[in-house]
C-alpha cells in the first residue's frame, strides 16, 4: 500500500510555532498540531549543529498528502530553519494509515 500522507515534524525554539504554521499554511497544509516541549542535549550536540541548544521547545506536527510535503518543508525550514532565529530542525514520517470518525 502506497502512503498517501506523511507527517512533517518541526522543533522549535518556543514561541515560534505560529511561524511554523503561517509558511505551512502557505505551502498548502490545513493545520497542526503544536505541543510544548523540553529539549536536552550533551555539548557533543551543540558543537554538531553549531547552536546553543535552548531547553524550551514546541514541537509542530502537521500531517499532509504526500504530494505537497517537499513544498511544506521548504517553506518551514525558509521561515524557521536552523539558520534562523527558531533554530528548527525538519523532518517527516511516513504515514500508513489514517482513520475517520464518523457520527
Known amino acids: 500500500m502506497e502512503n498517501k500522507y506523511e507527517l512533517v515534524v518541526c522543533v522549535v525554539n518556543a514561541g515560534f510555532s505560529q511561524n511554523v504554521m503561517e509558511a505551512a499554511r502557505a505551502a498548502g497544509a490545513k493545520g497542526g ?17 553549531n547552536i546553543k541548544i535552548q531547553p524550551d521547545k514546541e514541537l509542530v506536527m502537521i500531517l499532509v498528502p504526500k504530494s505537497i510535503k517537499d513544498d511544506v518543508e521548504k517553506a518551514v525550514y525558509k521561515e524557521a530553519g536552523i539558520a534562523d532565529e527558531a533554530k528548527g530542525i525538519i523532518f517527516s514520517l511516513p504515514v500508513n494509515r489514517t482513520t475517520t470518525v464518523k457520527e
Request: glycine share 6%.
Open 33 to 49: 498540531t503544536i505541543l510544548r516541549a523540553r529539549g536536552s542535549a550533551n555539548p557533543e550536540s551543540e558543537e554538531f549543529f
